[in-house]
């Protein structure tokens, strides 16, 4: 009896045991070794001579032993210098990765108007407002100097004609444009263009005015694989999405679910997945290789009743994920389940016992040895997230399936499963979506039931189109009707959803939080797996505790500032705060910059805007931000509580509170010395600045002594006339020039 209690709880402690899971032990070096290299501001040269001390320490204990038989030292000892040599390489390698340039870097002709010329890297985005691609730089043309480097650039080519951009993966192609650093976060809290440039290695970027600047040269440069096996695989299944499936977004959505061209779906489209918690359909993901996987993996049973039948099995899935996962662009999902495939169906060819976490800790392995920059990728995270907590808590809330129930049974046991995976999934990766993206769905789990359920059928439909296309287009056609019908199920199921009231929060927690909150996940399931009750319930009721005493407490409420503004591309706009009430002044030209807008009120703990006032933006757009008072462009004065606002004429805007006082204007002209026109603060929009326009703002300077002086450079400031206003911003240290990656923030 006793033994069997020992086999119970060995059993019961198996699943967190690490002797089956030698590739997660491995992974946890490799992860605190690229965070290291990354985080810590070292030279390159210290973590390659730690390195170096590491494996010598480590290579003469060995060395000792074979001199001195009777001599040993422990294998604990050798593991850690073992692993201190992982650490170090990993932390070496991710800081060459990301800190460092070519010594012959592009960098060099940042300001300058050049011509570049070098292949298309990765699959051209291709949008309404224009095109942009990665380009692997041979050679810079600048003033009639040649010089010959290898460096990368992304170009950015604005254009309304996007779609008639012949442009294709390993294109030799020459491009002209103005050269210019990656630009950082337009506001605080978001999207870091420069941060994301780096981790692909690019610092540069070359804006292109359009398609007159761009000349393919020379013929495509591609490896034969690509060259052979994936360009045209990917061709074959464009061209018969495009023949079989009418245009619209069904087709787009097609494309979306089986290579992941997503970039050519409308904004309101894709903004209801995203509201929905299910725009990770849209993109090629676990899923989609899974479900291609499986049909591989079932097509070449007939090959397996041999040995030699097996080993070729084994090849041809291989070669067709790696196909696949070339095509669809090898973004970190898909490398991480290809790759977690091969391992498991590697291992079952091999007869080898295989555990799905230490696979996945593989397939990351693989991953960061090529990347170890993929450790900072979102994709990366939420994928192995994802998938993680469909392995670890997906078994705590199903039990093994009855045999020989009925029909009835089955069906809601399918169904019932489906909605677990479902929940797994969102209580792994929600804080990871919620930290990078600022976003909570709270209508995820119920619209990741009909949508991935339609998008999954979509794929199952989409599969065989492509395979029957090859021998009849007629055949094919039936199934891509069936795939038009789940396309439009699929949208429609993610349009209502989106349409429900508060379908999704702003939410954004901040490191610890995430750490606290993955801290007490791993308590509980290592609790619930060994049936310790007690010590879950405790652990529960601690981290909830210590969750809310961090939000609540030692999470220090933000001090809002007293005028903000919003960086929007070329627009701006201004939040005016009281203390008690705030403003906003202008809302952007889209709906997706009043998210942005709000974005910003959460992010400096500013209150609901309770009037707002129209400048630049049109009267459609002020009205359809939620406020209780709205000041349209031919209304002259609003009077709040603690805030007074007037137009004394067009394009010109005053507000008061208690603390400050703020003037808008758009040009100098509209400048005059009247007590109206004094300010502490002031935001003067300028489109001209010659000599006439000097005075003028000089003139009003000297009347009005304000704090500070905002000047916004207009949409046709010529350069000459910005670099005379930065000279002139120099003389006068109340003045500053706007920059659309910095915020005025003022207290």
Request: aromatic share 12%.
């Amino acid at each position: 009896m006793s033994d069997l209690k020992s086999i119970k709880a060995l059993r019961q402690s198996l699943p967190f045991s690490s002797a089956p899971y030698p590739s997660v032990r491995l992974l946890s070096v490799v992860i605190f070794g690229i965070l290291s290299g990354t985080g810590i501001s070292a030279p390159l040269e210290v973590w390659m001579l730690c390195s170096v001390l590491a494996i010598t320490i480590l290579l003469g204990t060995l060395l000792y032993e074979k001199i001195r038989y009777e001599a040993s030292f422990s294998i604990f000892f050798r593991s850690i210098f073992y692993s201190l040599f992982v650490l170090f390489c990993f932390a070496a390698y991710g800081s060459f990765r990301l800190n460092y340039l070519p010594s012959n870097s592009i960098l060099q002709f940042s300001g300058k108007t050049v011509l570049l010329y070098g292949r298309v890297d990765g699959r051209p985005d291709l949008s309404e407002k224009g095109a942009s691609w990665f380009m692997d730089v041979e050679e810079v043309f600048d003033n009639g100097r040649k010089v010959i480097l290898h460096d990368r650039a992304k170009v950015i080519m604005r254009t309304a004609v996007s779609r008639g951009i012949d442009l294709h993966y390993g294109d030799m192609v020459r491009v002209k444009g103005k050269l210019d650093l990656i630009p950082e976060a337009a506001n605080r809290g978001e999207y870091n263009p420069r941060k994301s440039g780096r981790l692909k290695q690019v610092a540069v970027q070359l804006f292109s005015a359009g398609t007159w600047q761009l000349q393919h040269e020379g013929t495509s440069q591609m490896n034969p694989f690509e060259h052979f096996l994936v360009i045209p695989v990917y061709n074959y299944m464009t061209q018969s999405i495009k023949q079989l499936i009418p245009d619209g977004e069904e087709q787009k959505l097609a494309a979306g679910v089986l290579i992941g061209e997503k970039e050519s779906m409308s904004e309101g489209v894709f903004e209801s997945f995203k509201l929905t918690g299910t725009a990770h359909i849209l993109a090629v993901s676990g899923l989609n290789v899974g479900l291609l996987a499986l049909a591989i993996h079932i097509c070449l049973q007939r090959l397996k009743v041999t040995s030699a039948g097996r080993w070729i099995a084994l090849a041809l899935f291989f070669l067709m994920l790696l196909v696949y996962s070339s095509l669809t662009g090898n973004s970190p999902s898909v490398k991480r389940a290809a790759f977690m495939s091969m391992v498991l169906i590697g291992g079952e060819a091999f007869g080898i016992k295989t555990y799905p976490v230490n696979s996945l800790a593989f397939a990351d392995l693989l991953i960061l040895l090529f990347d170890p920059l993929d450790l900072l990728n979102p994709g990366f995270l939420m994928t192995n997230a994802a998938v993680l907590a469909i392995l670890l808590i997906y078994p705590r809330f199903i039990g093994p399936r009855q045999k020989r129930t009925g029909l009835l049974k089955s069906a809601g046991h399918a169904l019932f499963s489906s909605i677990m995976v479902t929940l797994s999934a969102i209580i792994g990766v929600s804080p990871v979506i919620a930290y990078y993206f600022g976003t909570f769905s709270l209508v995820s789990l119920l619209a990741n039931i009909p949508v991935v359920l339609f998008s999954n059928l979509l794929m199952y439909d989409l599969v065989p189109m492509l395979l029957i296309n090859l021998v009849s287009s007629y055949a094919a056609s039936f199934f891509a009707a069936s795939s038009f019908f789940f396309a439009e199920l699929t949208l429609k199921s993610a349009l209502f959803f989106s349409t429900i009231p508060f379908a999704s929060i702003n939410f954004k927690p901040d490191a610890i939080q995430l750490l606290l909150y993955y801290t007490l996940l791993a308590s509980l399931l290592l609790f619930s797996y060994r049936k310790a009750w007690g010590k879950l319930t405790v652990s529960l009721l601690l981290g909830v505790n210590i969750l809310f005493w961090y939000s609540f407490v030692i999470f220090q409420d933000k001090v809002a500032p007293d005028i903000l503004t919003v960086n929007l591309g070329k627009n701006v706009a201004a939040l005016f705060s009281s203390g008690s009430e705030t403003v906003l002044i202008d809302a952007g030209r889209s709906l997706r910059d009043q998210k942005r807008i709000a974005g910003q009120f959460d992010e400096y703990g500013m209150g609901a805007p309770k009037a707002v006032v129209q400048f630049y933006t049109p009267d459609s757009l002020i009205t359809k931000v939620p406020a209780l008072r709205h000041l349209l462009r031919d209304s002259t004065k609003l009077s709040l509580s603690s805030v007074v606002i007037v137009r004394p004429q067009e394009k010109v805007l005053k507000l008061w509170s208690r603390k400050h006082s703020l003037l808008m204007a758009s040009g100098t002209t509209r400048l005059k010395k009247e007590e109206l026109y004094k300010a502490d603060i002031a935001f003067l929009w300028i489109y001209r600045f010659g000599y006439k326009q000097q005075q003028q703002l000089l003139s009003w300077l000297n009347y009005a002594h304000p704090n500070r002086c905002i000047l916004i450079p207009g949409s046709f400031l010529s350069r000459t006339d910005l670099s005379t206003m930065q000279h002139f911003a120099a003389l006068h240290p109340i003045l500053e020039i706007r920059s659309k990656t910095k915020q005025v923030v003022i207290r």
